[in-house]
């Protein structure tokens, strides 16, 4: 399954020129399929343009992967199996977990295709690394990771991790303000309810630059654990166009007999099933903070507010809540109400995007041109190794007249 050589890249890229005309119905092409209907004739042509496309970026990826891996001096181990591998149980496909990278929808995809839990498709690869060939299963594996926009990645990791209420405050949120800040009250140093943004951003630039121990959903993503330079993957998904990534990864997967089917809306079913998953985080929170000084009502607010920066629910929409109601919201009524608001939002999806820029916007307009610059320099092996832009424009204007025009604060349950 593996293109091992690169300098066949360019061949291919050759080949899929000549073949190009698939794209395209001729008079020859539909003379040859008069048994087709005209849609059976244009929908194949289009899942044909559609692979041909994607095999095409993906070798575009790997190319630019394995020039940055060498002009950084990153080598290859080529005995190197100590990834954060997931393995099928037919040993015939390999998935390295990167943090806030879409991971939990692609191992319930697994999951559900191999009729193997988490847990299983570690066990699996932790069995394999106890074999004597355990490098060559590995290799012969069909092997992909699936990476982001690194600012984007340490933003989603504050709003699902940091901002939204989840018991990771305890644990992950008092380690970074210990970092981070002084005089801390004893609320925060306790519960690790109110890191902002800035603090995030500070631990990630000080830890990185002293050459310390990142959390995992804030380490880069060429990280160790799956060293793109050090294990050589069959493809490099982006979350920016999951759909069509693995569109291609599991009808090739699914063509092979490496699985038995791939349904076409299963990845959409996955995202949706994923969107009141932070909810169940909401409502084991609340219980720990009871007996704080800590405002439920402004836990409440700010898990309406993710909602709103993560572009499921309007901004115009208000929190439909009063605080004297703090003690009385429930799981399903809170479900309820978001719900409702969602549906009345889905009319207005340029307004939804707009929003998730916005937030983004506005958190990094917190962060001092210092840091900005430092952080830089943290994203800068990501950037380069998987083709996204070392300074966003719009991210690095963020301090100046941007700031102005954004009247809604998203953070504003902090």
């Not at 830089?376 to 998987?386: A, M, N, R, W």
Request: proline share 2%.
């Amino acid at each position: 399954m593996r293109i091992r050589k690169l300098a066949f890249f360019f061949k291919i890229l050759f080949l899929l020129q000549i073949l190009a005309g698939i794209c395209y119905i001729t008079e020859d092409y539909a003379s040859n399929e008069r048994t087709e209907s005209v849609n059976q004739i244009e929908d194949n042509r289009r899942e044909k343009c559609a692979t041909n496309g994607k095999l095409v970026d993906n070798i575009k990826r790997l190319d630019i992967l394995d020039k940055t891996c060498k002009r950084l001096g990153y080598v290859e181990d080529k005995d190197s199996t100590k990834i954060r591998a997931h393995m099928s149980p037919n040993l015939k496909v390999l998935y390295c977990r990167v943090n806030k990278c879409a991971s939990t929808v692609t191992l319930e995809l697994l999951k559900q295709l191999f009729n193997c839990d988490t847990e299983c498709l570690i066990k699996v690869a932790d069995r394999v690394r106890f074999n004597i060939n355990a490098r060559e299963i590995m290799y012969n594996a069909f092997s992909f990771m699936v990476v982001r926009e690194p600012y984007g990645r340490l933003f989603s990791t504050y709003c699902n991790i940091f901002y939204f209420p989840k018991e990771d405050w305890i644990y992950r949120g008092t380690k970074v303000i210990k970092l981070t800040r002084l005089n801390i009250s004893y609320d925060s140093l306790t519960y690790g309810h109110d890191l902002t943004f800035a603090e995030l951003v500070k631990y990630t630039v000080d830890t990185f630059e002293a050459g310390n121990t990142l959390d995992e959903h804030v380490r880069p993503m060429h990280h160790k654990s799956c060293n793109p330079c050090s294990f050589k993957f069959d493809y490099i998904a982006h979350l920016e166009t999951l759909q069509t990534d693995f569109d291609y990864i599991f009808n090739k997967l699914q063509n092979e007999k490496v699985i038995e089917r791939y349904p076409k809306d299963i990845l959409i079913s996955l995202q949706n099933w994923t969107t009141f998953g932070p909810i169940k985080h909401l409502f084991r929170t609340i219980p720990l903070l009871r007996g704080s000084n800590i405002s439920l009502y402004q836990v409440y607010l700010r898990a309406w507010c993710y909602f709103q920066i993560t572009g499921r629910v309007l901004n115009t929409i208000d929190f439909p809540y009063k605080k004297s109601d703090d003690f009385y919201i429930v799981k399903e009524d809170f479900i309820i109400e978001l719900s409702k608001a969602m549906k009345a939002s889905l009319l207005y999806k340029d307004k939804l995007m707009k929003q998730k820029v916005e937030a983004m916007v506005q958190a990094y307009s917190t962060i001092s041109n210092e840091y900005m610059e430092r952080l830089s320099k943290v994203l800068l092996g990501d950037c380069l190794l998987f083709g996204y832009e070392l300074k966003p424009a719009y991210l690095f204007k963020a301090n100046t007249s941007y700031k102005t025009n954004l009247s809604f604060d998203y953070f504003k349950g902090l």
